[in-house]
């Protein structure tokens, strides 16, 4: 039909006296209706071109019927299992808006715990939000329900939560997952294997470790922190410390580590012990020695040569990453000492906590230990360091540490005079991001309700910035009545931390209706 208006188009600006009557052809119903005018014995040549140039046009602002689509209509969810959560809408946006990364999780770890799926609206969106965020993952797979992994399976971008692999599912079908499965698949099915056998899944990643890329090789390593065992030890160090990308070796190199017995922690110990000795005679004083050089081995076993390959900082450089690596348990054995006598009772110039002190201390959180991060937090050194060491410690201890650090605080949270930015024990209380116990929160509520008469200082008010999204929600009304006797300006300091815990202490309550 185009090539019939083109000539309608052509003859109409040439003149019909100048150019013969065009060949106007049509297909179907409007082809007729062409064929009808042209055979009009009363009409003129000109009235036929006019008359079909207007049944074209209207032809084609009329449009064309779509073809036909042949669409597979999926199957329904499964009846759901666990009761929905009966939360509005508005308080899920909120929660994603603005306490994505504070209550959010803490929410949908309970959720979980209490068996409720999240309503059908919300799981768009938290199945996007979780897309963009792998931390999240973990959390709202749980409380997607039957509906969610349905609707995740309709989406290419949702597809790390579509994978059917629950408590029950055998090793036979994770294997299968992780053979055929999309990378997110194969990530949560490995991880599913090694909770139920880790040699089995070990002997799986080695089957395919030649073909896999290195994004996927150091990811997969990841996963062998769940039971980790000397068992894993060959592999990792003939395989994956072997391998020619850097980022592969170095997640070996961190397993590999937390093996005492391992060949690579022996390499490191035999290194570094003869670096740190104690001399002096009426004090104790640390004398340290740096290596030499960064030879081959050495790199081979991780340690970066750094921008700076020769001269003082570069070897000062060398023997902090090593002691990052040695288990802090080691030097207790070394100086025949506990870890709050060698971390009080060894003079430590600034030079050597630069060095010394700063690599015990990224040890204490590689090897996450209790005994350590316990003694760091209660020494002359807490207020030089991340605290951050509280992060991969359990729940409790984390509680336990906190009470001595106030303790030795004189009981203080906050301590008048002090540099606004040095209150350890308020620095140690932002890393407490977990539901804290009832007896912990009881035990602080005194010295919360103190500090809000401090509203002037940056660290109080940081506190009340934050604290309200791990406070117990049972204890809100104590709290606040608390606060408010204190006096002053003390409910005004603490409205941040009061109006996060009403919001809260309004989610929690959903959970817990039936």
Not at 227 to 253: H, N, Q, T
Not at 402 to 411: D, R, S, T, V
Not at 423 to 432: E, N, S, Y
């Amino acid at each position: 039909m185009s090539s019939s208006w083109n000539e309608i188009v052509s003859t109409a600006l040439i003149g019909t006296e100048q150019q013969k009557m065009p060949d106007i052809r049509g297909e179907g119903a409007i082809g007729a209706l062409i064929d009808r005018l042209k055979q009009s014995a009363d009409r003129s040549k000109e009235s036929v071109i006019l008359c079909a140039a207007g049944t074209m046009h209207l032809h084609k602002k009329a449009g064309l019927l779509p073809s036909g689509m042949s669409l597979h209509a999926e199957e329904p969810a499964e009846e759901e299992s666990w009761m929905c959560a009966p939360i509005a809408m508005s308080k899920i946006r909120l929660l994603l808006q603005d306490y994505k990364s504070t209550l959010l999780p803490l929410w949908l770890k309970a959720a979980a715990d209490a068996r409720r799926r999240m309503p059908e609206l919300a799981l768009p969106l938290l199945l996007e939000e979780a897309a963009a965020s792998r931390e999240l993952r973990p959390l709202v797979l749980p409380v997607l329900g039957k509906r969610g992994r349905w609707l995740a399976k309709q989406n290419p971008s949702w597809s790390y939560a579509a994978a059917e692999i629950t408590a029950e599912t055998d090793s036979g079908d994770l294997r299968k997952v992780f053979e055929t499965g999309s990378q997110e698949e194969r990530v949560i099915a490995l991880k599913r294997m090694r909770d139920i056998s880790p040699a089995s899944a070990r002997e799986l990643l080695a089957s395919t470790w030649n073909e896999e890329i290195v994004q996927t090789k150091a990811s997969f390593l990841r996963l062998f922190e769940w039971g980790l065992s000397m068992e894993d030890e060959a592999f990792l160090e003939e395989v994956a410390l072997s391998d020619k990308r850097k980022e592969v070796r170095i997640e070996a190199a961190k397993l590999l580590a937390r093996l005492p017995e391992s060949r690579y922690a022996q390499r490191m110990v035999a290194r570094a012990v003869p670096c740190l000795k104690i001399g002096g005679f009426l004090k104790q004083k640390l004398d340290v020695s740096y290596p030499p050089d960064c030879d081959r081995e050495m790199v081979k076993d991780g340690i970066e040569k750094g921008p700076e390959s020769v001269g003082a900082e570069a070897r000062y450089y060398w023997l902090c990453q090593m002691l990052s690596l040695i288990s802090p348990a080691v030097w207790e054995v070394h100086f025949k000492m506990s870890p709050p006598q060698i971390l009080d009772s060894i003079e430590i110039d600034a030079r050597q906590q630069n060095v010394v002190v700063t690599g015990w201390a990224a040890a204490t959180v590689l090897h996450r230990n209790a005994q350590w991060a316990e003694a760091f937090c209660l020494s002359k050194f807490a207020g030089a360091l991340d605290i951050g060491m509280l992060d991969l410690l359990d729940p409790p201890v984390r509680e336990k540490i906190i009470l001595k650090m106030m303790e030795k605080n004189g009981g203080k949270l906050y301590v008048k005079g002090n540099n606004e930015y040095r209150q350890p024990v308020i620095a140690a209380l932002l890393r407490a991001n977990h539901e804290w116990s009832e007896d912990f929160a009881r035990k602080l509520m005194p010295q919360i309700s103190e500090a809000a008469q401090y509203g002037t200082n940056h660290s109080v008010r940081l506190m009340f910035a934050n604290i309200g999204f791990y406070f117990p929600a049972t204890l809100a009304e104590h709290i606040e009545a608390s606060i408010a006797k204190a006096g002053g300006d003390s409910l005004k300091t603490a409205d941040p931390f009061l109006s996060a815990l009403k919001f809260k202490s309004d989610i929690y309550a959903a959970l817990s209706n039936q």
